[in-house]
């Protein structure tokens, strides 16, 4: 790990200059993320550094500032999360179990207790690829820079099969699968200090885009906070994931699905995958296949079946074709049961 400097900000505005000022400083185009980086719980960051795939000379401590841990709710106006909550305590929030139960499940299940205590949610946002070929110092991956994925002719077990280019990587975020399927949306403080508000879905970059990235988060930005809209009537979420072992590991596969229904009728539904894409997938497909359609055994399946239709697995990973099918139709069918 290089050697760095620390600085731990008493408030936002602090930070935010404290931030600026090294970037300023920065002579090298490109190399502002590497000068300096925002640290919370840091769980990722400091992984990304032991790994030297990022090496910054300060880091500038938010874990304890002010106000960004804030969690409010109110029917109508549905739900604010500051980007320093906890996994645990969302985890343990009945407005949060009552109204967005997919988000209480993904929370309850991502990592182990001890993660949970720690990690923040714009930290599991913000977090990058655990593709283990970009983790690994050795290997100089297609999102390093270079012109080969080693995941394409390699161990690609746990790579996509919908929606990538190039890059086969996943994206690492459990709670970004669910809060993109609530509609939700990121609240960017920026380099000058003005707020910029983007739906979920817009939060990440494809490699195809921009193979450097996994967000939209420019240097000297962070997350200030998450919004989600009131749930509305009749509305009912469920998040289902797999993985190689029970809550430790990153999913294999992750579905969740937000419905608003008529008794057992689907009048609409918003159903993203995870680890099946570089960002959050949004099956349209799927969702086509259960609009306007009683929810059962048959068009749980159809719906299962539609998300699948386009998928292209690698050599490894053509379980998940059978594994997301099984995990959509199971999310529907707890729906209503």
Known sequence: MNKFSWYDAASLDAAQKEVNATVSETLQPGTADDAVVYKAAGIDLLDLMKEGLSRPSKLVGIKNLPGLDKLAFDSEAGMMLGANLTLARMAENSAIKENYTALHQAASQTATPHVRNMATLGGNLAQRTRCWYFRAIEHHCFRKGSTTCFAHTGENENHAILGYGYCVSVHASSLATVL??????????????????????????????????????????????????????????????????????????????????????????????????????????????IRDKVINESTATAAAKAAMQNAVPLSQNAYKITVFETLIKRALLELVA
């Open 180 to 289: 993109t399927a609530f509609d939700a949306m990121v609240e960017i403080r920026t380099a000058q200090q003005a707020l910029k508000v983007v739906p979920m879905k817009d939060f990440f970059v494809l490699p195809t885009v921009d193979r450097t990235r996994e967000t939209i988060l420019e240097a000297g930005e962070l997350i200030e906070k998450i919004l989600l809209p009131a749930p509305g009537k009749n509305t009912l979420s469920h998040y289902l994931k797999t993985g190689s072992r029970k809550s430790q590991d990153w999913p294999m596969a992750e579905v969740a699905v937000v419905a608003e229904l008529s008794g057992k009728k689907c009048r609409k539904a918003t159903i993203v995958l995870g680890a099946a894409a570089p960002v959050p997938f949004v099956s349209e497909a799927a969702m086509d296949a």
